[in-house]
């Protein structure tokens, strides 16, 4: 197979797919000419009807990041997929998008340019490729389909039809345009459904752990066994120390995220707060007892998991969550359900992109 692409390592943020296909957002895709040596892959024609459905139909689609569809002027072309055109402007959308998205991620904001736009365009080939798979498997989807989706839409905005159609006029799209978007991602989730959610088995064992493991993000998360990494504002008294100092947590950071068991060493040599010289574990705490916003972002923590760089009122803070607390399995069953939707989300996540990523390996992409 003909494929000009540079291999896409795997990213933090590279789960776009299964949030894209959850959200209304019209993507500017023409066709190319079909590249010499290409070979089309099979079309799906088999699928099973799985016992539990993957996402709630469009739970999360909005119209608020919606672009406009309308017919624009030959531009410069990014990339090809399988003869399907990317645009400077489909790239340049993405990006503004996913600053948007992620401009309160510390970590991101630290991305150079040039690796923000590698990481949109990877994202949009991947959905290029998501989208071609779709529009193969010939899925029927009703009027009643679409009507079921916007209702839904109204109901998590809370919001009227008038108000909607408001909305989508702002994007500079028409009501029609705007169905058909609903329609193309209702396509695309009854995929997930019904391709890719066959491959993810999740076993009575497999809740518990994650539950054992994602206990703050449950109810009742109270208590923690945490150790932290300390940069105090002492001493800090220009804006060079400054720089210094977040660019030295930064590092600090990414490196313990990389490698939760070097979080002790990491806290000899460079915390300068409580019990550094014990790898900074402070044992068992309050969650209410921390800054609020090492508690927000520990809370959602797994066992093992480590924050990003924190600003307090005193000092930078770097946290991990060496356990949490057992439940009995009463508090368990409470929140049994929960724990299998989000398991079994983030299953189809990474299935998703071991599908795309399979079928990669037989698409003509290339990149200018």
């Given at each position: 197979m003909h494929n000009r692409a540079r291999n896409n390592s795997s990213h933090p943020r590279d789960s776009f797919e299964v949030a894209r296909a959850q959200r209304v957002i019209p993507r500017r895709c023409r066709r190319a000419p079909n590249p010499k040596n290409h070979t089309s892959q099979e079309s799906l024609t088999s699928f099973v009807t799985p016992t539990r459905c993957v996402l709630?139909?469009?739970?999360?689609?909005?119209?608020?990041?919606?672009?406009?569809?309308?017919?624009?002027?030959?531009?410069?072309?990014?990339?090809?997929?399988?003869?399907?055109?990317i645009t400077q402007t489909d790239l340049d959308n993405r990006i503004e998008e996913s600053d948007e998205m992620q401009s309160k991620t510390p970590a991101f904001k630290e991305l150079e340019k040039e690796n923000r736009r590698r990481m949109a365009l990877d994202q949009l080939i991947d959905q290029a490729i998501l989208d071609q798979q779709v529009k193969k498997a010939e899925l029927?989807?009703?009027?009643?389909?679409?009507?079921?989706?916007?209702?839904?839409?109204?109901?998590?905005?809370?919001?009227?039809?008038?108000?909607?159609?408001?909305?989508?006029?702002?994007?500079?799209?028409?009501?029609?345009q705007y169905k058909k978007n609903v329609e193309?991602?209702?396509?695309?989730?009854?995929?997930?459904?019904?391709?890719?959610?066959?491959?993810?088995?999740?076993?009575?064992?497999?809740?518990?752990?994650?539950?054992?493991?994602?206990?703050g993000s449950f109810h009742g998360g109270k208590r923690v066994h945490i150790a932290e990494i300390v940069f105090p504002f002492v001493g800090v008294d220009s804006e060079e120390e400054a720089i210094a100092l977040r660019d030295r947590a930064i590092a600090v950071a990414r490196e313990a995220q990389a490698n939760p068991e070097a979080f002790s060493r990491l806290a000899k040599q460079h915390s300068r707060g409580p019990n550094a010289d014990k790898g900074g574990d402070l044992g068992m705490v309050n969650i209410s007892d921390l800054p609020p916003m090492v508690g927000d972002m520990v809370r959602r923590l797994?066992?093992?998991?480590?924050?990003?760089?924190?600003?307090?009122?005193?000092?930078?803070?770097?946290?991990?969550?060496?356990?949490?607390?057992?439940?009995?399995?009463?508090?368990?069953?409470?929140?049994?359900?929960?724990?299998?939707?989000?398991?079994?989300?983030?299953?189809?996540?990474?299935?998703?992109?071991?599908?795309?990523?399979?079928?990669?390996?037989?698409?003509?992409?290339?990149?200018?």
């Open positions: 709630c139909i469009l739970l999360c689609i909005f119209i608020f990041t919606a672009s406009s569809a309308h017919a624009e002027l030959v531009e410069r072309i990014v990339a090809i997929v399988n003869g399907d055109i029927d989807v009703t009027d009643q389909d679409v009507s079921g989706a916007i209702r839904n839409i109204l109901a998590q905005n809370r919001m009227t039809m008038q108000q909607l159609r408001t909305e989508v006029a702002k994007k500079g799209i028409t009501w029609s193309r991602e209702i396509r695309k989730v009854k995929f997930i459904n019904q391709v890719i959610s066959t491959e993810v088995k999740i076993a009575d064992r497999d809740l518990r752990d994650y539950f054992d493991k994602h206990r797994p066992t093992g998991g480590v924050t990003p760089p924190i600003p307090t009122d005193n000092a930078v803070v770097i946290a991990k969550v060496v356990a949490w607390p057992k439940l009995s399995a009463e508090e368990f069953e409470k929140v049994r359900d929960t724990i299998y939707d989000r398991l079994h989300s983030e299953r189809i996540s990474d299935a998703l992109k071991a599908y795309i990523q399979r079928a990669k390996q037989h698409a003509y992409i290339e990149i200018r």
